[in-house]
């Protein structure tokens, strides 16, 4: 199978990568950028642990093929932090405990961060009906919600 060549620009870098036409977008993140906060869970889009933010909306990366993310701006969870340091919804995470295993995190961070970039004043039911293609097992949801509505208010 021949690699096609395609653009991307992930965290504001710019990237020439030969991917294979059934390469994926999370496995090019991980396996040949090296951008391993960006989780391989499920693979068929359930879970939201691959969650990325691509040309302006969260996508389940497992479900991109690379060569579909052609000419794309891609945000992973390492593109957050900034010389001032964490980026507030991170830091809301962790101040409200709403990090514990932490294989939903970034995922769940990128989800609100897109919510939050779209709609500084979301409900409860706008940040939970947002957050709802990211599974987490360990904290139940509620000090999710509650990291994110410290930042709407």
Same mark, same amino acid.
């Given at each position: 199978?021949?690699?096609?060549?395609?653009?991307?620009?992930?965290?504001?870098?710019?990237?020439?990568?030969?991917?294979?036409?059934?390469?994926?977008?999370?496995?090019?993140?991980?396996?040949?950028?090296?951008?391993?906060?960006?989780?391989?869970?499920? #693979?068929?889009?359930? +879970? &939201?642990? /691959?969650?990325?933010? !691509?040309?302006?909306?969260?996508? =389940?990366?497992?479900?991109?093929?690379?060569?579909?993310?052609?000419?794309?701006?891609?945000?992973?969870?390492?593109?957050?932090?900034?010389?001032?340091?964490?980026?507030?919804?991170?830091?809301?995470?962790?101040?409200? #405990?709403?990090?514990? +295993? &932490?294989? /939903?995190?970034?995922? !769940?961070?990128?989800?609100?961060? =897109?919510?939050?970039?779209?709609?500084?004043?979301?409900?409860?039911?706008?940040?939970?009906?947002?957050?709802?293609?990211?599974?987490?097992?360990?904290?139940?949801?509620?000090?999710?919600?509650?990291?994110?509505?410290?930042?709407?208010?």
């Amino acid at each position: 199978m021949a690699a096609k060549l395609v653009q991307l620009t992930i965290n504001d870098k710019e990237y020439d990568i030969a991917v294979q036409a059934n390469e994926t977008l999370v496995d090019v993140l991980r396996y040949r950028l090296g951008l391993t906060g960006t989780k391989k869970g499920c #693979g068929q889009g359930d +879970c &939201g642990s /691959c969650t990325v933010i !691509m040309d302006g909306n969260t996508v =389940n990366s497992c479900l991109v093929l690379a060569v579909q993310a052609n000419g794309s701006r891609i945000t992973t969870i390492e593109g957050l932090e900034s010389e001032e340091g964490l980026h507030p919804v991170q830091k809301a995470f962790i101040e409200h #405990g709403a990090i514990q +295993c &932490g294989f /939903c995190s970034s995922g !769940m961070i990128l989800s609100a961060k =897109n919510l939050l970039d779209k709609n500084p004043k979301p409900t409860e039911g706008e940040i939970r009906s947002a957050l709802s293609g990211n599974l987490c097992r360990c904290t139940g949801y509620q000090k999710i919600v509650e990291a994110v509505q410290s930042i709407a208010k």
